[in-house]
């Protein structure tokens, strides 16, 4: 399978715990973005990559929430003291460089539920 | 600013009727990408076409079809023939750096057989 690649699918956690949900993208693509979704609602745009370098994180939720892309391959998502707001589908898409509008392609997305 | 509304929120439709999904976008960049994508049950976004605003030729792939018209900044999306397969959520979708895509609240489309 060569599509974008997420682990794990379903997460339940505790209130207050920690939680890293892991992206492998499409194996020729630079860029990578986390979006999250909730129920009824549109994916939001949280952060993306290109290569090792994460061009844009204005848009993470708190300072709770942090992305890494060590080596320009999968990427981590952390979110430190989850709180129930942060129950949510987190999505991970990947593309590849080539001027504006490329295509994103996105894994099955990560649920995560916090009790 | 970006924004995209589908002002659809749930339809349903029987089987082999036609239906068509709407989606109106805001921009003010000259440059921007539209898109639909499918999420079924199962939850992966799944890429359906992707219209940049110099190309206003509506498409045809097999049962679906677009509308693309800037004078109205809308990019409908017809199902013809619609099946119990088509059921899912769809998402219109709009990007003018390539950075970040702004996406609709989505349309749930049931089709009963």
């Known amino acids: 399978d060569t599509g974008v690649s997420q682990d794990p699918r379903h997460k339940i956690t505790k209130r207050g715990q920690n939680v890293t949900f892991r992206c492998d993208p499409i194996?020729?693509?630079?860029?990578l973005y986390w979006y999250r979704q909730t129920l009824g609602q549109g994916p939001e745009f949280l952060t993306y990559f290109q290569n090792e370098a994460q061009l844009e994180k204005s848009r993470l939720l708190s300072d709770r929430f942090s992305a890494e892309r060590p080596k320009g391959s999968f990427s981590t998502l952390e979110i430190q003291r989850t709180e129930q707001g942060d129950s949510a589908m987190y999505l991970c898409a990947s593309s590849i460089t080539g001027g504006t509008g490329n295509t994103i392609y996105f894994g099955e997305g990560s649920w995560l539920t916090v009790v | 600013a970006q924004k995209v509304t589908q002002a659809q929120t749930e339809i349903s439709v029987v089987e082999k009727e036609d239906v068509t999904l709407d989606c109106v976008y805001e921009t003010r960049d000259t440059t921007y990408y539209l898109f639909w994508y499918k999420q079924p049950p199962s939850g992966e976004l799944v890429f359906l076409i992707r219209r940049n605003s110099f190309d206003e030729q509506n498409e045809i792939s097999g049962r679906y079809s677009w509308n693309f018209q800037k004078s109205t900044s809308s990019f409908n999306f017809t199902i013809t023939a619609s099946q119990v397969v088509d059921s899912a959520v769809y998402f219109c979708?709009?990007?003018?750096?390539?950075?970040?895509?702004?996406f609709g609240t989505g349309t749930s489309l049931t089709v009963i057989p």
């Open positions: 979708a709009l990007t003018t750096t390539g950075n970040q895509f702004y």
């Open positions: 194996s020729e693509h630079n860029r």
